[in-house]
């Protein structure tokens, strides 16, 4: 079974609409951030929302500049060296030899940076004041409308990025009324600024189309719009790079982009294409909305928000957050938009999504708005396979598939090594690692990380084929790297050197303690190492592969040092006595086994989980001043692996508190300096923190692992009822669960692909579970527990009756 399959199989089970998808707005936007996206997975639109001059920016996923790369210098060779000076606790040296070479030997290179497109604008004869202003987006049918009420008339323009039809389609209507003057013209996003990043560009007009091209100075090729124009009972004339409009009764916008072709042939081909496609506004949305709905509502929740709250403006239920609880509303909205969010940026056949997933109205975008590997696309996916949206996931995939032989390279460059060294950042054009800042030469754990997502598709989807063809190839990358990376100590165990620990630095004796990136063992290498060999032999023993080769590997595994406790009962975030914690920092990558990792449960392993509770309490002697828009939904999900749902939902009310724009997109820190988060000197938006607030919701609702699932395993104490429909496991369970804590019940129902026994948690202790379709029986684990046995292809109800 393939991505798509997969999908179309689910979605035979989707539910229908319970509530509203939609929120409204009650002021337009005057920078782009605060426009209102809409996406089809490859273009995005950002609506502002303004009444007489309005603008729609037109971004598109392959559209990047600047980009420079060179073949890496051989640094394999200096290994030995670098490795003396680590042995003999020389860290300052060590921490700057490897840059210091790179420098010597001029490897200069740039990053490219994910650049905006274009700019429709649509101006409107006003006649009278505006009332009843709204802007508003429907996230199930990805349709932004603005509307307004103008001497008596209700007014509107509609918009949506059509996913079947590849362009943005806009409609404009009077109600009962002809439009008076409309004038439309498209050029390149803030033709000042763009000319002074080194990019030329043309616009033109001519009656019925509205023509843009751009073309950076160091780009080979440029890249082009063209916007159609259909004006119902008027004529259509051109001046000046407008096309005009008189009277008519409707207008409709078609606009298509090239992003890698701006010539005139394919400014003709986009006319023609055009030409081609039926103008009917509904017609067209209607045809979008088939498949748009179909991802979108292919899982859902319900936390129980009273109807009005959920009829009310961002700007209002933030208001609320600013004084208060975080309401409810809010809360469900934030889950709606992270999915919404991740399926109109990701699409089979394009690009994942990066930082901004695919909005972006700057020419320097921060961090080059590129593919970070040591957290942030991960967050950006964490949501998708458990919330039975497979197929946002397929970019992800190929992408990293594309980079393979640039991570080759970066393994034999840098350590003289087999298989795949990952960068910790990356963009379309490279894999190759090009910045120079230690903790990017020295981190070694990314290519293990990326790994995880593999492994999780075939756990989540059972599709053997992906297994074999994907999945083994990727993590016999992973373990051919370590197996010629890692060095045997005196003691037998693994040594993972030069080693870094994202983005901390360790205290100790030694010169430049709490500032050096280069270490020894940090605890999260050695957790990935364990992952990926863990996962490489399972997935050989499933699949009857590389069966000669399991014994070598399994030798790895044995090799891989037991994790350690430090006398604060912590789980260490370095395994070698010169370096000790520093918990002055928001990044926790050492919890890794718990969070995102899985090895690390209540149950598998008390004492550890004991001892990553005891190491996140004391993240927080930073207080919040070191947190940001990714790290507070990050510190979610970890309190919601460690059951604790009161202080996961604490950290989503911060986020919405601190990092949370009105439009719901989510900063990187907070621009306000109320006192919480990292202060920077600016505050970009980034897209993880709004996708993994959806992650850590499904988090808190439903876990799931090899054999194991745990139902409302994180309930904050204040959802006290709710359902949420149609979330995926691992192991191929699809679940959905209504609960009522007041009075004491619960109803679960789960359909499996295969015939299986899982270990269920209950939402709390159960004085009965009676079965429909399953066979439930006693867990050795206690009150909570049942083992569960599902038939392949069956749906199993179960009614609980709980104790408390």
């Given at each position: 079974m393939n991505l798509q399959q997969h999908?179309?199989?689910?979605?035979?089970?989707?539910?229908?609409?319970?509530?509203?998808?939609?929120?409204?707005m009650a002021k337009p936007a005057v920078r782009w951030q605060d426009a209102l996206p809409s996406g089809n997975g490859t273009m995005g639109a950002l609506v502002y929302g303004n009444i007489e001059e309005d603008t729609i920016v037109i971004n598109h996923e392959a559209l990047w500049y600047g980009g420079s790369t060179k073949q890496p210098p051989d640094l394999s060779v200096h290994l030995p060296e670098l490795r003396a000076l680590l042995?003999?606790?020389?860290?300052?040296?060590?921490?700057?030899?490897?840059?210091?070479?790179?420098r010597a030997a001029g490897y200069q290179t740039h990053?490219?940076?994910?650049?905006?497109?274009?700019?429709?604008?649509?101006?409107?004869?006003t006649e009278g004041a505006f009332r009843d202003y709204s802007r508003t987006l429907d996230m199930e049918t990805g349709e932004i409308t603005v509307a307004w009420t103008d001497n008596g008339v209700r007014k509107s323009k509609r918009t949506f990025v059509s996913r079947p039809d590849q362009m943005i389609v806009m409609s404009v209507r009077y109600d009962g009324a002809p439009i008076p003057q409309a004038a439309f013209a498209l050029h390149i996003h803030q033709p000042a600024e763009a000319e002074k990043h080194g990019f030329a560009h043309?616009?033109?007009?001519?009656?019925g189309y509205a023509l843009a091209s751009g073309k950076h100075a160091g780009a080979d090729n440029g890249y082009c719009a063209v916007a159609r124009i259909i004006a119902r009972g008027a004529a259509l004339s051109a001046d000046n790079g407008l096309v005009m409009a008189s009277g008519a009764d409707e207008i409709t916008v078609l606009v298509k982009v090239a992003a890698k072709d701006g010539s005139p042939a394919q400014q003709e081909r986009l006319k023609r294409e055009l030409d081609a496609v039926p103008y009917d506004y509904d017609t067209l949305l209607q045809r979008h909305i088939a498949e748009h709905r179909l991802l979108f509502l292919s899982a859902g929740i319900d936390l129980g928000a009273d109807g009005e709250s959920r009829d009310t403006a961002n700007e209002r239920l933030l208001l609320d957050a600013y004084t208060g609880?975080?309401?409810t509303a809010l809360m469900e909205r934030m889950y709606d938009y992270g999915r919404y969010l991740l399926m109109s940026s990701s699409r089979p056949g394009g690009l994942p999504a990066n930082l901004q997933g695919v909005w972006n109205g700057d020419y320097l975008p921060a961090w080059s708005g590129a593919f970070f590997n040591n957290e942030n696309i991960q967050m950006n996916y964490w949501q998708a396979l458990a919330g039975n949206m497979a197929e946002t996931a397929e970019p992800f995939y190929d992408f990293f598939d594309s980079l393979l032989p640039d991570m080759r390279r970066n393994a034999q460059s840098f350590y003289g090594s087999r298989g795949i060294l990952?960068?910790?950042f990356a963009s379309p054009e490279s894999g190759l690692k090009k910045n120079l800042q230690p903790h990017v030469v020295y981190w070694t754990a990314g290519a293990g990380w990326l790994a995880q997502h593999y492994y999780d598709y075939w756990l989540f989807t059972g599709d053997i084929d992906f297994l074999k063809r994907r999945v083994l190839p990727f993590l016999r990358e992973c373990a051919a790297f370590y197996e010629d990376f890692m060095v045997e100590g005196a003691d037998g165990k693994w040594i993972s050197y030069p080693s870094n620990s994202p983005e901390n630095w360790a205290i100790g004796s030694f010169p430049g303690s709490g500032k050096l990136s280069v270490c020894i063992n940090a605890t999260m290498d050695c957790a990935v190492a364990k992952e990926v060999l863990t996962n490489l032999c399972e997935a050989c023993e499933e699949t009857g592969l590389y069966a000669e080769?399991?014994?070598?590997?399994?030798?790895?595994?044995?090799?891989?040092?037991?994790?350690?406790?430090?006398?604060?009962?912590?789980l260490r975030e370095w395994m070698h006595p010169d370096f000790e914690d520093n918990y002055h920092h928001r990044h926790q990558s050492h919890i890794y086994p718990l969070f995102p990792g899985f090895e690390i449960t209540e149950e598998t392993h008390p004492e550890l989980f004991e001892a990553c509770r005891i190491a996140v309490e004391k993240r927080l002697v930073i207080g919040l001043k070191q947190q940001t828009g990714w790290s507070l939904s990050h510190m979610a999900g970890i309190y919601a692996r460690l059951g604790d749902g009161d202080r996961a939902l604490e950290c989503l009310e911060i986020l919405s508190r601190s990092c949370l724009g009105d439009n719901l997109f989510t900063y990187h820190n907070d621009w306000r300096n109320q006192g919480i988060s990292l202060k920077m000197g600016r505050a970009p938006f980034q897209i993880d923190a709004n996708l993994g607030w959806t992650a850590a919701m499904q988090e808190m609702l439903l876990f799931s692992a090899r054999g194991m699932i745990k139902l409302l395993p994180a309930r904050p104490k204040r959802w006290v009822r709710g359902q949420f429909r149609q979330l995926r496991c691992r192991g191929g369970?699809?679940?959905?669960?209504?609960?009522?804590?007041?009075?004491?019940?619960?109803?679960?129902?789960?359909?499996?692909?295969?015939?299986?026994?899982?270990?269920?948690?209950?939402?709390?202790?159960?004085?009965?579970v009676a079965a429909e379709g399953a066979v439930v029986a006693p867990s050795a684990s206690g009150p909570k527990y049942r083992r569960l046995t599902l038939t392949g292809g069956q749906t199993a109800t179960l009614h609980i009756a709980h104790d408390e």
């Open positions: 999908v179309v199989t689910q979605s035979e089970s989707l539910f229908s609409s319970a509530r509203s998808h939609r929120f409204a042995d003999a606790g020389q860290y300052e040296e060590a921490n700057r030899f490897f840059p210091d070479l790179m990053t490219s940076r994910f650049q905006p497109g274009f700019e429709f604008k649509v101006t409107l004869e043309e616009s033109s007009a001519e009656p609880s975080v309401p990952s960068p910790l080769e399991l014994p070598r590997w399994r030798a790895m595994l044995g090799k891989i040092p037991a994790y350690q406790i430090n006398r604060d009962g912590a369970v699809t679940v959905s669960l209504e609960w009522d804590m007041e009075r004491r019940s619960s109803v679960a129902t789960l359909t499996s692909d295969r015939t299986q026994t899982v270990e269920l948690q209950l939402p709390a202790a159960a004085s009965s």
